[in-house]
Structures are given as structure tokens and as C-alpha cells.
């Protein structure tokens, strides 16, 4: 080996991956929020009308669900010391399981440490190789990765397209496995997945269905049950995903569903017998956003009187909004660059809603993403407007 191979950097390649990013318009900093997650919050030493968080419904500094975590870490201590199949299972861990089950009228639940282990965790123990699934073409990474982990073929089915799924259903009959997954509320746009049609069509077929709610827990349904429950369609999804991580405010994902599937993925999934359980203080957290949940429906409605006022001032203005159909609301912009320019410009006028672009949209589906929560004021909505207005003028990305 000559002295100069020797020496050479193995890790240079990232350079130049790093440099294309930059090239692409790609690069982004991380921005760095000082204080807590709030409707108006401070980043990057700059004071912002928050657009860009999953803390739909304020959750994150409720004080019910601060009380409970300092209550729990006076209690219980910081950590749990273990995976949950060897000595990390507490009682509060077991008390949130059966608390999601009855909440989500489920026969059991069991906790991850994050909605993305959750779904890759679930679809990667319950699949094998010689299974098929069956999944929408933009949902979410977590479900990706499971599929690829579970070896399974995997046949993508375009966007909320019902009859290409049935298509696909009918060619692939001889699969003895097959699961049909999408997302509930898709992140990235907004819109809700078919589920009746979907699951009927599952049903149909004998494959098992699958929907990852992270962005419908909290959001849609009774108490923000979900897309199950927005659907009534109660008993006809086998697995339902939901995140503590979004609108619960704290963090965690979780999986319902039969009795015999949860102890399954106590058995099989590799993120809850490999990684050790949350601290007491996120159970108990969680356990009291669940009560919020149910004692202040009116967060709810907010979010949603919200969300209708933020998105006919997008309209107004004449921005594009895709298909949205919830508080994830995009504002279409195409190329990465220009949606980057639109971000950092309105981030410094007071205005946070994050660019987006490849690899989590499609190239030329570059876009702001906003999110409107429950705690947003409507002087805070209107300011934001605004400001978008003005930038978006500015860029020409509305004339
Ligand atoms: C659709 C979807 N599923 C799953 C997840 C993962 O959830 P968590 O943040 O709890 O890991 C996310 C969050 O980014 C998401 O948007």
C-alpha cells in the first residue's frame, strides 16, 4: 500500500457529497431553537412565528404534562435502567399501553421509543421474504426502511390511487402474505389517505392493513383517535401506528391493535427487545397528555379554526397549497433553491416554516411546510401571512 493511500481521509467522499448538497441548494444548518417549543418562539437568536413544529395541539409546555414528568422523575429517577424485556418494563410503561388500547378501542398497544421504531420495527418483525407489500408511494421513511428490513418484495402504488392498489391486489393473489400500508395524513402534504376504500379493499384481498397515523394521532377523530375513528372504520384496520412524538408532545410511537399481534412484537420487534425503554418522566408525560387530550377538547377545535383561517389567507394571496387537508399545509414552490431563499427570507422577516426538497419530497416538488398549531393566536396567523405575502411577492412565486 503506498504511503499516500495510507494517508488519505476514507471518510473524504463526504466532501464532495456535502459539496453537492451545497451546489443542489440543499445544505441546510440546523437551527437552534433557545427556550421552549412554542406558537412564537425564539431561533437562531431570532424571535419567530413558529411554522415549523409538530406541537399541534401546545402540548409540549402543557402544565399538566410538565407536572407529571417532575413528578415522575422525583418518583422514579431519570432513566429505566433497561430494555423492556429484561428488567426496563415500570408499571407506567404498562399503565400507557393499556391507556392507548382503551383510548384507541384496541384490545392492546405497545409503546416504542419513537414512532419511526414503531413502523420499521412492526413492519420488519410481522414480514418476511417471501412476503409483498404494498405501499403508497410517498409514505413516510420509517415505513420504507421496515419493508426494506423485512427482506419482503415491496410493489409501490401511486398516491391515494384506489384502483391501481386493487389492480395490484388482483396480480399479486398468489402472495400467500401481503400488507397494505399508508400513511394516515401524509407529512409531507397534507392530505388523507382513503382509508375506508383501502381497508375495504385489504379485506377483500385477505391482506392485512396497516395505516401510520404520527400526523392523525391528536389531529383527527374523537379526541384526535385517528384516521380510524375520522373514518368510523373501527375493526377493519388490523395495525394502527400512532406517535407520541407530534401532537402528545412528548416523544414515542406506538403500535394497536389484537392482543396476539402485540405480544408478537413484544417477541419480535427489534426496537423493543434491542434498545432500552423510555424514562418514567415520558410515560408519565404521555399518560397525561392522554387525559388533556380528552378534558380540552376545545384545543382541538382551535387547531382546526386555526388551520382554516391560515390556509384561506394562503389562498387569498394566491399561493398553491397542493391537496392538503389538515394543518400540515405545503406552499408549493419547485425548485430547492428558490423554496430555500423563500424559507431563510421569511425566517428573517419573523416567519419559521422550513424548506423542503430532496430526498423528502420529489425533485421539483420543493415547497415551505407549515404547520399551524392550537396555540397560535390570530394576530400571530395574520403576521405570518403577512410576511409570507410580501417574501412570496418578492420571489415571484405569486405575482
Ligand atoms: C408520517 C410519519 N410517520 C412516522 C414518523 C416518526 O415519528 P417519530 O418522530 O415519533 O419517530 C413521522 C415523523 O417524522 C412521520 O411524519
Redesign the pocket.
Given at each position: 500500500m503506498s504511503a499516500d493511500t495510507k494517508t488519505k481521509d476514507p471518510l473524504q467522499f463526504l466532501d464532495e457529497a456535502m459539496a453537492g448538497l451545497k451546489a443542489e441548494g440543499l445544505y441546510r444548518r440546523l437551527r437552534v431553537l433557545h427556550g421552549e417549543q412554542r406558537a412564537e418562539a425564539r431561533f437562531d437568536g431570532r424571535d419567530v412565528v413558529n411554522l415549523s413544529s409538530n406541537n399541534y395541539l401546545g402540548l409540549t409546555t402543557h402544565p399538566k404534562l410538565r407536572d407529571a414528568a417532575l413528578k415522575a422523575v422525583k418518583d422514579l429517577g431519570v432513566g429505566s435502567g433497561s430494555v423492556r424485556t429484561i428488567a426496563g418494563t415500570m408499571e407506567l410503561h404498562m399503565e400507557l399501553e393499556r391507556r392507548i388500547a382503551a383510548f384507541k378501542k384496541t384490545e392492546a398497544s405497545v409503546v416504542f421509543q419513537?414512532?419511526?421504531a414503531a413502523?420499521a420495527g412492526t413492519v420488519a418483525a410481522i414480514l418476511g421474504k417471501d412476503d409483498l407489500i404494498l405501499s403508497d408511494e410517498l409514505n413516510?421513511a420509517?415505513i420504507i426502511d421496515g419493508a426494506r428490513l423485512s427482506r419482503a418484495a415491496i410493489r409501490v402504488f401511486p398516491h391515494r390511487d384506489v384502483a391501481a392498489l386493487a389492480r395490484l391486489l388482483e396480480e399479486t393473489a398468489d402472495v400467500k402474505r401481503r400488507l397494505v400500508i399508508t400513511?394516515g395524513v401524509f407529512?409531507m402534504d397534507g392530505d388523507i389517505a382513503p382509508m375506508p376504500q383501502i381497508a375495504a379493499l385489504a379485506r377483500e384481498h385477505g391482506a392485512i392493513m396497516m395505516v401510520?397515523d404520527?400526523?392523525a394521532s391528536g389531529v383527527l377523530g374523537k379526541a384526535g383517535r385517528g384516521t380510524v375513528d375520522h373514518f368510523s372504520i373501527h375493526g377493519q384496520v388490523d395495525i394502527q401506528v400512532g406517535?407520541l412524538?407530534k401532537a402528545i408532545g412528548v416523544l414515542?410511537?406506538y403500535v394497536c391493535g389484537s392482543k396476539t399481534l402485540i405480544e408478537y412484537l413484544y417477541h419480535r420487534a427489534r426496537p423493543f427487545l434491542f434498545s432500552t425503554s423510555h424514562p418514567p418522566a415520558v410515560a408519565a408525560a404521555c399518560l397525561a397528555a392522554f387525559d388533556v387530550l380528552e378534558s380540552e377538547p376545545e384545543r382541538i377545535q382551535k387547531l382546526w379554526s386555526n388551520t382554516d383561517r391560515f390556509k384561506k389567507g394562503l389562498a387569498r394571496i394566491g399561493f398553491n397549497t397542493g391537496t392538503s387537508e389538515t394543518p400540515i399545509t405545503p406552499i408549493m414552490v419547485g425548485e430547492a433553491d428558490l423554496a430555500m431563499k423563500f424559507s431563510d427570507r421569511a425566517f428573517e422577516r419573523g416567519v419559521f416554516a422550513q424548506g423542503i426538497g430532496f430526498p423528502t419530497v420529489a425533485k421539483g416538488t420543493a415547497r415551505l411546510r407549515t404547520i399551524v398549531t392550537a396555540t397560535h393566536t390570530e394576530e400571530e396567523l395574520d403576521r405570518a401571512l403577512s410576511i409570507l405575502e410580501d417574501v412570496g411577492r418578492s420571489l415571484g412565486i405569486v405575482r
Open positions: 419513537s414512532g419511526f413502523n413516510h420509517s400513511d407529512s401510520d404520527a400526523h406517535t412524538s414515542g410511537g
